[in-house]
């Protein structure tokens, strides 16, 4: 008797076209694929539902993970509803809501000092990581090619995704920007893509682009530079979830943007809190920063020249901005919810 998959209703997430931030910047054909209606708001319940299935299968019990925040909301959630033990190690940089997000799906949460902004502290967890993983109830869950490619061959669903949605607008897609912390994601797509387009011989593979935040420059920076190799750093950036200061997925990242004739950019946290501010106001598109990375490369790229105006454009909006309190706190700085009585309110609307 086969056995229906493990889902919480993961993908077919929507690729929306951009009603004001494109026009005003001359592309026509900018999309947005929208992964933050994912059950836990991001596109890492893709991976948890592939994670989980493959334990599932195996019959472990234990899901031991390390996360910057949206991977270990994922599997907590997806543990939860199977029944799993969850035991998460966080980046010291993680946004509060998301270590609520997993306390509250019931998982066990310890924050390591200087993890994710080390190279050697975050080395060191890893291998300690592994070791308890290697349990033999346990599976180390951790979302990159490295470490668990069954996971992330569940996340390479977006490349097949937007092929169809593409088609549906009758475009194909020229350019693909995505954030970048270690990297997996642009691996995930790239190789979804290349799947998909399998055969279609009239199709020109889209170019793929690693956008990073200037103050994680793992990837994007050598990227750019011609070289072949991604580097650790000490990760100074406050947006949460690109905080991964070691290499991972970031080698083969780098290689399959040059192969598409993609690039790296990097930009800096003020200019992303300033993009993500403008897609919540301009576009209704409420996301994490993180998220609007993607664009800020966009605009950084249209600015350079290197994105022509007739080209189609799709950027991964990856988390939702609930994600993040204080990066809520900080785009509504300037604003204001009075009590006033309703007399005052009429006055004032009237």
Known sequence: MEVEPFTLGEGETPLVRSRRIG??????????????????????????AAAINEMLSQGKRRVVTCSSGNAGSALAAYSAAAGLECEVAVFIGAPENKLKQMLAYGARVWRIEGFGADPEISRA???????????????????????????????????????????????????????????GLLLAVYRGLKTALEGKEQVNFPAIHCVQ?????????????????????ESTTAV?????????????????????????????????????????????????????????????????????????????????????????DRMLSDTTCPVISLSEFQKQSL
């Open 23 to 48: 026009p005003a910047m001359g592309l026509a054909h900018l999309y947005f694929k929208l992964e933050t209606v994912n059950p836990t708001g991001s596109y890492k319940d893709r991976f948890a």
């Open 213 to 233: 935040p200037a103050g994680n420059n793992t990837i994007a920076g050598p990227l750019r530079e011609g070289s072949s190799l991604a580097r650790s750093c």
């Open 125 to 183: 967890t890893f291998k300690c990581l592994k070791q308890i993983g290697a349990a033999a109830d346990a599976a180390l869950q951790v979302s990159s090619y490295q470490f668990n490619p069954v996971g992330m061959a569940g996340v390479e669903v977006i490349g097949h995704e937007l092929v169809t949605q593409a088609a549906a607008f009758n475009r194909s897609i020229d350019h693909v920007v995505c954030c970048a912390g270690g990297g």
């Open 240 to 328: 949460g979830g690109l905080q991964v200061a070691n290499v991972l997925d970031g080698h083969e990242v780098i290689r399959i943007c040059r192969e598409t004739g993609g690039n790296g950019y990097l930009v800096a946290d003020d200019y992303i809190f300033e993009v993500q501010a403008r897609l919540a106001r301009e576009e209704g598109i409420f996301c994490e920063p993180a998220a609007a990375v993607s664009l800020a490369g966009v605009l950084r790229a249209v600015a350079q020249g290197e994105i022509a105006a007739d080209e189609t454009v799709v950027c991964l909006i990856t988390g939702t901005g609930f994600k993040d309190q204080c990066a809520i």
